[in-house]
C-alpha cells in the first residue's frame, strides 16, 4: 500500500510559478509511474503529466506543455511538478497518482493510489 501526500499548492498571481510535491510512505514510490492529475470544479478529472519510474520517460498534455516540468527523486520517495507561466485556466485541485503497473499511462482509472489533492488558484 502507498499513501500519497500532496504540498505546495497556494494562490499565485498569472504568470507566476509553484512547485508541487507528493511524498509516498508505506511502500517506496521507485518502482511505480507517476501522474499528477487536476479537477476544476463542475469539471472531470484530468491528466495533467506523468513519469516512467525511473524517471527516463515523461508526458504532458498539449495545454502545459513548456510550462510545467515533472521530476522525480526516488531517493527522497517524492515526485515533483515544477509549474511556471501559470495561467487562470490551470486553477484546479491537483491530485498525485502512482500505478502498481509499469506502463505509464494518462487515465485516472489506471492508476492504484491516490493523494488527497491540493489547491492551485491562479488569479488574473
Known amino acids: 500500500q502507498v499513501q500519497l501526500v500532496e504540498s505546495g499548492g497556494g494562490l499565485v498571481q498569472a504568470g507566476g510559478s509553484l512547485r508541487l510535491s507528493c511524498a509516498a510512505s508505506?511502500?517506496?514510490?521507485?518502482?511505480?509511474?507517476t501522474g499528477w492529475f487536476r479537477q476544476a470544479p463542475g469539471k472531470e478529472r484530468e491528466f495533467v503529466a506523468a513519469?516512467?519510474?525511473?524517471?527516463?520517460?515523461?508526458y504532458y498534455r498539449d495545454s502545459v506543455k513548456g510550462r510545467f516540468t515533472i521530476s522525480r527523486d526516488n531517493a527522497k520517495n517524492t515526485v515533483y511538478l515544477q509549474m511556471n507561466s501559470l495561467k487562470p485556466e490551470d486553477t484546479a485541485v491537483y491530485y498525485c497518482?502512482?500505478?502498481?503497473?509499469?506502463?505509464?499511462?494518462?487515465?485516472?482509472?489506471?492508476?492504484?493510489?491516490w493523494g488527497q489533492g491540493t489547491q492551485v488558484t491562479v488569479s488574473s
Open positions: 497518482a502512482a500505478k502498481s503497473r509499469l506502463v505509464v499511462t494518462t487515465t485516472p482509472n489506471t492508476y492504484n493510489y
Open positions: 508505506g511502500r517506496t514510490l521507485s518502482a511505480s509511474p
Open positions: 513519469i516512467a519510474w525511473n524517471g527516463g520517460s515523461t
